[in-house]
Structure formats: structure tokens, C-alpha cells
């Protein structure tokens, strides 16, 4: 089974970083789509973030662009990072990581939460201003 494990939440003031880890197994090849997404109170989920694993082809909301990077953690292969800067309190939320196996070629698709199959636990980022 795949399972995703989100962790690195915390409080931090506005202008301030914060860096979220996934950690991801059980998928026998290493050809797969990772989102990050976030939902704060009485809002839908959205997408933040995704990264390909096979090309590490990323793709970014445009509310994130220039504050948030994602990437692969080069020592620890199935750990993906979403470093956060410049954090505002519009991105308080429970972010989550899930994960697919690919089936379009622009990672942009995978922004959408109903393109994910399999999520892990959420991991509060709370913003204070």
C-alpha cells in the first residue's frame, strides 16, 4: 500500500519559513506524481504544489509562486520538501501531501486534488500576523 506521511507544521510569523517533509512509500517504481495541498477552515482544498519523481517536473499555484520551492530530497529519495517563505496569513491551513501515478504530461494536472489517489495526515501550518 502507499502511504504518505506529512510532517514539519508549526506556528510562525508572517515573513517567516517553514519547510514540510513527505515521506512516501510503497510504490515499486520510482514513476510518480506528488501534490502538496492545503485547506484551511470552511474552505475547499487546494493544490500548492506537485512534483514528478521520474523528471522532477514541478508545477506551483500562482498564490505560492517565488515563496514556496518543492523538491526531492537528494540523500532520502522518497522525501519531498516544501520549503515555505515569506509565509502570509492567508497560508495558515492543514497542508497535506498526496500522491499518483502519472497520467499527464504537464504536472500542472496535478494540482487538483481529485487527480490524487492516495493522502496522508495532515500537518497544521498556523500564521500569525
Known amino acids: 500500500d502507499v502511504q504518505l506521511q506529512a510532517s514539519g507544521g508549526g506556528l510562525v510569523q508572517a515573513g517567516g519559513s517553514l519547510r514540510l517533509s513527505c515521506v512516501v512509500s510503497?510504490?515499486?517504481?520510482?514513476?510518480?506524481?506528488i501534490g502538496w495541498f492545503r485547506q484551511a477552515p470552511g474552505k475547499e482544498r487546494e493544490g500548492v504544489s506537485s512534483i514528478r519523481s521520474s523528471d522532477g517536473a514541478v508545477s506551483y499555484a500562482n498564490s505560492v509562486k517565488g515563496r514556496f520551492t518543492v523538491s526531492r530530497d537528494t540523500a532520502k529519495k522518497a522525501v519531498y520538501l516544501l520549503q515555505m517563505n515569506n509565509l502570509k496569513p492567508e497560508d495558515a491551513a492543514v497542508y497535506y501531501c498526496?500522491?499518483?501515478?502519472?497520467?499527464?504530461?504537464?504536472?500542472?494536472?496535478?494540482?487538483?486534488?481529485?487527480?490524487?489517489?492516495?493522502w496522508g495526515k495532515g500537518t497544521q501550518v498556523t500564521v500569525s500576523s
Open positions: 498526496a500522491a499518483v501515478l502519472p497520467g499527464y504530461d504537464s504536472p500542472c494536472h496535478y494540482l487538483r486534488p481529485d487527480t490524487m489517489e492516495n
Open positions: 510503497g510504490f515499486i517504481y520510482d514513476d510518480y506524481a
